[in-house]
């Protein structure tokens, strides 16, 4: 069972949203419903489901209304109409007693601008959450500077938070939300506030924190390759409304629409694309049934200068070139094994298209893509470049 | 001529403040005798009785370190009593502090929890703005006439006009602190699950210090001011010798009261202003 259902939830702010929400029925765009009622739309009819322990990132660009939404989530914006379920607990029903109950014990949230107290230390600000809950001082000092430990601000924590770097601050903000013991964190544009370096190094450190802790994070970001580097599965949004949902690898390969598809064109599609996106099927010979001739016979078909041997199982021998087979064919060999070379340039499936390009690079012929030791598919240069530029890759066409 | 006579406003106040009068006779009599000896013990059984020398001393001591150790403010405090105490006014200058001591704590006591009920409430807060706007407008002089009617003379109907006109800044200020702290903390504390009071005392209530205290401040200055105001309705203490040298012309005596007044005035302002710190400032 999922961890969060979204079904069908909006939002629309201004006065008598109730009655706007029919337009929404209706299928009429933000645009027509504020020139209609005067009423925005924050979310549109978003449905969708977490599940426990993955990364599901929101993504859209301002004013598409996704904090909107993870503020729908924990309800401090209160849904128009829909329903969000929590471990099955529908959280637009329950009353005031029971969502304080839900926000002290399921979620915590991360801010944009990290929202640390003050005047509070680093330490009083970790401890806030179970100091809201009650829980005596031994314990939550204890926890309090566990989750500071993890989030490498140890040594810190009798320093007020002004007295740290944004990078710092929201580690702060990320220990706060921990010491909690979450099941869900809930990240608002956790680390569009700081600068590019520091991004970085924030999204490699929430990676590795979440090896460890497999917490359900609903990640809300702007920058799509944030987005693709964090996410196990991505929401994109559009002027409130959901435009699609998948994993970055069909998001990019298969945009849902124009509007994604435009999107997706600026990514640096490098770090997301992989071996297997990219590969084609490879024309071989069989190393038991075929000779020099078939393969000369192939390759000069195909117009290639080498050509992939496999077994009858596809397991991966080597390869020849043309001008040791047409040296065979001449001296009248009957098998390819003498020729065979097996210092095969091969990659695996889910190698990045950044690593391929440094043995792509040295390559004398097309890399290989190779799974336990059979022939998957084959790499050549002409098929990166397309990939890099956004085209797709007909998989079964073959190589030139 | 008259379309519409005259309205006897003037007549249903007097009529309403003589039914307020004897409708809570027993209260304000409660308040005038009770709080009235205390206000008196207070200052000649409590403040008079310490010796001159050593409150100086410790007014000093007090400034040294509430001013991170200069000697500016500590070298004030210490000749500017001095002096007075050299006028002979000591006692007056004792009288004058009480006043201003009861008129602005319970101008804090009353101001803040409404302060804090506006900020909580916009409705509240629209009914408050306007009255507020009347309690600091209306010339401080009127208020000495229902005090007269409710507590007679002397220091408590002094106090009671001081609080009416002292009280708005608390509560302006309180409900400015409050509404200014950013919606990215209630926010997140809301999204921690805190209750409405401990949203209040651990995130509102701490963020709006400043400011509140700025309100504090404001007020203390305001009930000082009352104080030559209040002293023709009988409060005792400098205000009085003011009066005195204004009805016999003795320019000097209403200047060396008045003196008295400024120095205790500055002091007042120096030392709450230097307690207005707040945590996490530093940086």
Known sequence: MPIIEVKDLSKIFGRHAKKAT??????????????????????????????????????????????????????????????????????????????????????????????????????????????????????????????????????????????????????????????????????????????????????????????????????????????????????????????????????????????????????????????????????????????????????????????????????????????????????????????????????????????????????????????????????????????????????????? | MKIIPKLPVAEWVSAATEWTTDTFEFLFDFIKEDFGRFIEFFAEGLLMEIPIWLFIVVIGLIAFFISGKRIGLTAFSVIGLWFIQNQELWPELMNTFTLVVFASLISVIIGVPFGIWMAKSKVVQSILTPILDFMQTMPAFVYLIPAVAFFSIGMVPGVFASVIFATPPTVRFTNLGIRQVSHELIEASDAFGTTGMQKLFKVQLPMAKKTIMAGINQTVMLALSMVVIASMIGAKGLGQTVITGLQRAEVGTGFVAGLGIVILAIIIDRFTQNLNTQRGDQA
């Open chain 1, 22 to 400: 029919k337009y929404l029925d209706e299928g009429l765009s933000k645009e027509e419903i504020l020139a209609k009622t005067g009423n925005t739309v924050g979310v549109n009819r978003a449905s969708f489901d977490v599940e426990e322990g993955e990364i599901f990132v929101i993504m859209g660009l301002s004013g598409s209304g996704k904090s909107t939404l993870v503020r729908l989530i924990n309800r401090l914006i209160e849904p128009t109409e829909g329903s969000v379920y929590i471990d099955g607990e529908d959280l637009a029903k329950i009353d005031k007693q029971k969502l304080r109950e839900v926000r002290r014990q399921k979620l915590s949230m991360v801010f944009q601008r990290f929202a640390l107290f003050p005047h509070r230390t680093i330490m009083e600000n970790a401890e806030f959450g179970l100091e809201v809950q009650g829980v005596d001082k031994e314990e939550r000092q204890k926890k309090a500077k566990e989750s500071l430990e993890m989030v490498g601000l140890g040594d810190y924590i009798q320093q007020f938070p002004g007295q740290l770097s944004g990078g710092m601050q929201q580690r702060v903000g990320l220990a706060r939300a921990l010491a909690n013991d979450p099941e869900v964190l809930l990240m608002d544009e956790a680390f569009s506030a700081l600068d590019p370096l520091i991004r970085k190094e924030m999204q490699d450190e929430l990676l590795e924190l979440q090896e460890s802790m497999k917490k359900t994070i609903l990640f809300i970001t702007h920058d799509l390759d944030e987005a693709l580097r964090i996410g196990d599965r991505i929401a994109l949004m559009k002027d409130g409304r959901i435009v699609q949902i998948g994993t970055p690898e069909e998001i990019l390969v298969n945009p849902a629409n124009e509007y994604v598809e435009k999107f997706v064109e600026d990514v640096d599609r490098s770090k997301v694309l992989t071996a297997e996106h990219i590969m084609k099927r490879p024309e071989t010979v069989d190393v038991e049934k075929h000779g020099p001739r078939t393969a000369l016979e192939r390759m000069r078909k195909e117009g290639l200068s080498s050509i992939y041997v496999t077994d009858a199982k596809r397991n991966l021998h080597g390869y020849v070139t043309a001008d040791d087979v047409a040296e065979a064919a001449k001296n009248e060999e009957k098998s390819l094994k003498t020729i065979l070379r097996s210092e095969v340039p091969q990659v695996q499936k889910g190698t990045s298209m950044q690593e391929i390009f440094t043995i792509i690079h040295d390559a004398p012929v097309p890399v290989a893509v190779v799974e336990e030791g059979k022939l998957l598919g084959i790499i050549v240069r002409g098929s990166v470049l397309a990939a890099l530029a956004g085209n797709e890759v007909n998989v079964n066409e073959n190589n030139s």
